[in-house]
């Protein structure tokens, strides 16, 4: 319908929008660098009007907002956090009380390694909401950069009794555990990431770990792989994966 409608309508912004998007996805989905190269050119066009006001907003039952967001959660999909943090701070300018953009900018601003800012944008954010989850790891991920591990370790708490299965929130309290020494208590933590997941900050917090501890972490449930002592990934076959 989309296509169809930016066929007939090009400079309707919302469908433009959506098609871009929706192209993203496919491409994503099909692993193709070429299409996924366009639809990405297709909405940094998009990107550049919205910092420029050159697009006509469609309709008052479509939220400004809403449409913000999905532009940057499609960035941050792709791995493209440094080029849409001048309009993540553009949005934001345009809707200083939206805490959602605030989080998107906060992520933004810690992929630039604008740590400071990144704390000031967040901790803005949770004055004005103190349940948004997204908020409290993102905030605990910049104390955790900065150094300020025991305000880190208290962000990331928060988060888990908010979202308890969540797999990165676990794999940042394992790491700040670690740097307190409270090793048992790490394990936990990365074991609990591997029920929900994996990744490579789980793989690098599981070498990380084994080497304080000297010996290998053994996954449970939902756990595709271990890490050895020496450091080499292990995948166990899928006939012998434990089950969820």
């Known amino acids: 319908i989309h296509r169809l409608i930016v066929t007939l309508r090009p400079a309707y912004f919302w469908s433009r929008l959506r098609l871009a998007l929706l192209d993203c996805k496919i491409a994503q989905s099909t692993d193709d660098q070429d299409a996924l190269a366009t639809a990405i050119g297709k909405l940094e066009e998009i990107a ?54 605030l989080s998107k900018l906060g992520i933004c601003q810690i992929d630039a390694e604008q740590y400071e800012a990144a704390i000031h944008t ?71 990431a591997g029920e929900f997941g994996s990744s490579r900050e789980m793989e690098q917090a599981t070498t990380r770990c084994s080497g304080v501890l000297g010996r290998s972490i053994q996954f449970g449930a939902g756990v595709d792989f271990y890490r050895d002592f020496d450091g080499s990934v292990i995948r166990i076959p899928e006939p012998f994966r434990p089950s969820l």
């Open 48 to 101: 550049a009007g919205l910092m420029e006001d050159m697009e006509p907003w469609p309709s008052p039952l479509v939220s400004r907002i809403t449409a913000y967001t999905d532009v940057i959660d499609m960035f941050m999909r792709v791995g493209r956090l440094s080029r849409i943090l001048p309009l993540a701070q553009r949005l934001v300018s345009d809707e200083p009380e939206s805490v959602e953009l």
């Open 122 to 192: 967040l901790e803005y954010a949770r004055s004005l909401d103190l349940s948004h989850g997204d908020v409290r790891y993102r905030l605990a991920m910049a104390y955790y950069r900065t150094g300020r591990r025991d305000e880190a370790l208290a962000e990331v708490r928060v988060f888990l009794a908010k979202m308890p299965h969540d797999h990165f929130g676990y794999v940042l309290l394992c790491n700040l555990l670690l740097d307190r020494g409270e090793t048992d208590a790490a394990e936990l933590a990365l074991q609990r």
